[in-house]
């Protein structure tokens, strides 16, 4: 059975910094890409950041670029996305996904988390 279990959501003041988690099992994670999406209230789910199986490539939004990092630890079957420079309009809740095709910013992966909820006080 296939868990994606997303962790580190919480309330941060903009200008703060959060560090999500994914936490991966029942899969071999070291031979799937994982992503990171992000879903706001009214709005429709959109792309925040994707890595590569080995951890050598990663692609941001450009809403996040230059603020955000996304990386993983095999060996732990972990992804992470270490949140800095946060605003207001980054309040979303925060989904992993991850699938052995190279998907990128398109929200066709096979596997998803549950969610952690992020909310950044102004």
């Known amino acids: 059975q296939v868990q994606l279990v997303e962790s580190g959501g919480g309330l941060v003041q903009a200008g703060g910094s959060l560090r999500l988690s994914c936490a991966a099992s029942?899969?071999?994670?070291?031979?799937?890409?994982a992503a990171w999406f992000r879903q706001a209230p009214g709005k429709e789910r959109e792309f925040v950041a994707v890595?590569?199986?080995?951890?050598?490539?990663?692609t941001y939004a450009d809403s996040v670029k230059g603020r955000w990092t996304i990386s993983r630890d095999n060996a732990k079957n972990t992804a992470y996305l270490q949140m800095n420079s946060l605003k207001p309009e980054d309040t979303a809740v925060y989904y992993c996904?991850?699938?052995?095709?190279?998907?990128?910013?398109?929200?066709?992966?096979?596997?998803w988390g549950q969610g952690t909820q992020v909310t950044v006080s102004s």
């Open positions: 890595i590569g199986s080995g951890g050598g490539s990663a």
């Open positions: 996904a991850a699938d052995p095709r190279p998907y990128g910013s398109r929200a066709l992966y096979n596997y």
């Open positions: 029942g899969l071999p994670f070291n031979r799937y890409y």
